[in-house]
């Protein structure tokens, strides 16, 4: 099950900085960063 | 470019859901069943300024505390002695709270002999008795650790006092629980044991209503209040030491 | 146009992947473990958790229990801290067992971490701090991890929509946390959630190793009012708990007794009073940090244990009379010095009550002193 989770996480992750390559905007390429950290370090199973 | 705002704000907001959700919980800050019961034994604290005695968390004015850290035991309406103790003694509770085990630990640490320790002693044993102390103090967790319920408690307790008013055997009623062993439930069991009792034994904070000191006067018996319930050896020690 | 959208994206990228290095660092700190003080003379072995429960090995929560033997047949007592880890006055008396205790007669384990895992997080969103220090005359520091009530997630993803183990305990709904809760699964599950299988290698520690009484260190708010400074006993352990709590309240201490509840389900006196044949024990301090209703929690919360909001409502009555919130606070030192109380005066409780099994214990530091100095004198140093 915990593969199963990471791999949403993993899932949500590419899909955030796919959107926040696209963006154009810097204020909401900036909001999509912050949402990548903690997919990140969840990823890694640092937090 | 609204939409596409709206939904990477969504999705920031599931992310962020998902990871602190499960990052903690609905950690309750006691690690026991929040229901719990009216309380254990509460002595109070030694050489503490807000300790018994002390006017500001006395809850009615009109009593005066008798015991402090200097003078610990205080003994009124009378003297009870050994002569008054006559054996086999038997030690009960009406209301299963811990201060009945606590009483138990006090009997041997003075080391008195030859006693009976049943707390859910029945009415009927109470004939075998020339001496029964009854720790008064109602806990539902010992209620249930004893597998009895309030009713059945309360109506234990009804048949006690039915079984030694008549009788020869003396009682001594203890409340050594302090004020935390006050409550509706504990009171229930006072108000039915104080009228039986030859000896009254109580934690002076559990009295700050004068409910014990009332009871003693008005039935004419002795009573010994404690500063806390480790002063219960003096008087144990008079009565059942070894 | 292009390569300034290139430039600012791996602009961005290379600020998120700063604050994850950044943030990462001080997760990864937190997860380090804490170097414990080893060179107690007295410790005849070591034994591993996952000597009991296999699913263990390599986890983190494959922990040390520290044996002293006497050499003495007798008694045999297990004493623990860091169920949870936030309630630092457990730990700290396991600590003070581990580089102090002589065992006279019988045997005592001591474990320090019962949830490992619990001490490489914090609780979000509470602002807590990881980590508290204590300054030894000889210059040396001695750090302490503190963490969180529950297994870490990391370790223990994701938790279950509802689950009902041996415990009895049904988690559903708002309680599911609880299981990475370890004091809510005793007796355990051997190939359950981390978590369980932590719970049931201690039940199969005190079944192989025939434990003949434990006691779980743990601290409460002070609002709640029927824990603090007491001892709750499963009813097999009645006579012990009784002895050792009027022994500690001649000699001063305020201690308090309670049964454990009948349904008090995955909580260790219950869980494992009902299941072994160990008498089991649990004894709660004061600590502010475990309420409700406290300040920021910072290191000094932790140790000096004061409180202004609690002060203020213990003063308008709120807590009864139950004990005090002085205005010098619950000290740790005055904490740990009341769970090494309440363990010694159970270890002396058990050898009177059983004289078969005789077990004692010397080498612990005088309580008062403790309070007196501090727990930076009593901590041994590092070097």
């Not at chain 2, 003693?216 to 806390?228: C, E, K």
């Not at chain 3, 649990?282 to 202004?308: R, T």
């Not at chain 3, 008062?368 to 901590?379: A, H, R, V």
Request: charged content about 15%; some cysteine.
């Amino acid at each position: 099950m915990l593969y199963i989770y990471l791999a949403i996480v993993l899932f949500l992750l590419v899909f955030i900085v796919w959107n926040m390559i696209q963006e154009k905007n810097v204020l909401l390429q900036i909001d999509a960063a912050l949402v990548v950290v903690p997919l990140v370090l969840r990823l890694l199973l640092i937090k | 470019m609204k939409k596409k705002f709206a939904a990477l704000l969504a999705l920031a907001l599931v992310a962020s859901v998902a990871l602190t959700a499960c990052g903690g919980g609905s950690a309750p800050a006691a690690s026991t069943p929040a229901a719990g019961p009216t309380g254990t034994n509460g002595g109070t604290m030694p050489g503490t300024s807000q300790a018994v005695g002390d006017a500001s968390i006395n809850t009615n004015s009109d009593y005066t505390f008798r015991t402090s850290d200097s003078n610990r035991v205080v003994t009124e309406n009378g003297t009870f002695t050994k002569d008054n103790v006559p054996g086999p003694v038997l030690v009960t509770s009406v209301g299963q709270s811990a201060d009945v085990s606590m009483l138990d630990a006090l009997m041997k640490k003075v080391g008195a002999a030859d006693y009976t320790f049943n707390s859910t002693a029945a009415a009927d044993e109470m004939a075998n008795y020339g001496t029964i102390i009854i720790a008064c103090g109602a806990s539902s967790k010992g209620l249930g650790a004893a597998g009895i319920s309030q009713e059945d408690e309360l109506a234990r307790a009804q048949a006690i006092v039915d079984a030694v008013k008549d009788s020869d055997a003396t009682v001594i009623v203890a409340h050594l629980g302090g004020a935390s062993r006050r409550g509706a439930l504990s009171d229930q069991f006072n108000n039915m044991m104080l009228p039986c009792a030859d000896y009254i034994m109580v934690v002076e904070d559990g009295n700050d209503d004068g409910l014990f000191t009332d009871a003693a006067t008005d039935n004419g018996v002795p009573i010994t209040l404690i500063y806390s319930i480790a002063d219960a050896v003096t008087p144990l020690t008079e009565l059942f030491g070894a | 146009m292009k390569n300034n959208q290139l430039i600012r994206n791996v602009a961005v990228l290379l600020v998120a992947a700063l604050i994850c290095v950044v943030a990462g660092s001080a997760f990864w700190e937190q997860q380090q473990p804490d170097v414990l003080y080893t060179g107690n003379p007295n410790i005849t072995g070591v034994l591993k958790l996952s000597d009991y429960n296999a699913n263990l090995k390599g986890t983190i929560n494959d922990v040390d229990i520290y044996v002293f033997d006497s050499g003495v047949p007798g008694g045999k007592a297990f004493i623990y801290g860091g169920t949870h880890t936030n309630e630092v006055g457990s730990m700290l008396n396991a600590v003070t067992y581990l580089e102090n205790a002589k065992c006279e007669a019988g045997t005592i384990y001591v474990m320090v971490h019962a949830n490992n895992s619990g001490y490489t997080h914090t609780q979000p969103l509470r602002g807590q701090i990881g980590k508290m220090t204590f300054d030894l005359p000889d210059g040396t520091v001695r750090e302490f991890h503190v963490g969180t009530r529950l297994t870490n997630p990391i370790h223990q993803w994701p938790d279950p929509n509802y689950r009902f183990n041996p415990s009895g305990r049904e988690l559903k709904h708002d309680e599911l946390a609880e299981i990475r809760n370890l004091n809510r699964n005793h007796p355990g599950v051997q190939d359950g959630y981390l978590t369980e299988q932590t719970c049931w290698a201690i039940y199969n520690f005190i079944n192989t190793e025939g434990i003949d009484f434990i006691l779980d260190g743990h601290e409460a708010g002070a609002e709640s009012t029927t824990l603090v400074n007491t001892l709750v006993v499963h009813e097999n352990a009645v006579p012990l708990g009784s002895t050792a709590v009027m022994n500690c309240v001649i000699n001063n201490l305020p201690m308090r007794l309670e049964f454990s509840g009948q349904t008090s389900y995955g909580l260790s006196h219950r869980g494992l009073g009902d299941n072994t044949n160990a008498l089991c024990t649990l004894f709660e301090s004061c600590n502010p940090v475990m309420g409700g209703y406290h300040e920021k929690i910072d290191e000094a919360l932790f140790k000096d244990g004061i409180s202004g909001n609690y002060r203020a409502m213990w003063e308008a009555g709120l807590f009864g009379n139950n004990y005090e919130i002085p205005e010098e606070g619950w000290p740790i030192e005055k904490r740990t010095a009341y769970h090494m109380s309440i363990s010694k005066e159970l270890i002396n409780a058990f050898d009177t009550l059983y004289p078969d099994k005789p077990i004692k214990v010397s080498g612990l530091p005088d309580a008062n002193e403790m309070i007196e100095k501090g727990l930076e004198y009593t901590l041994k140093s590092l070097g």
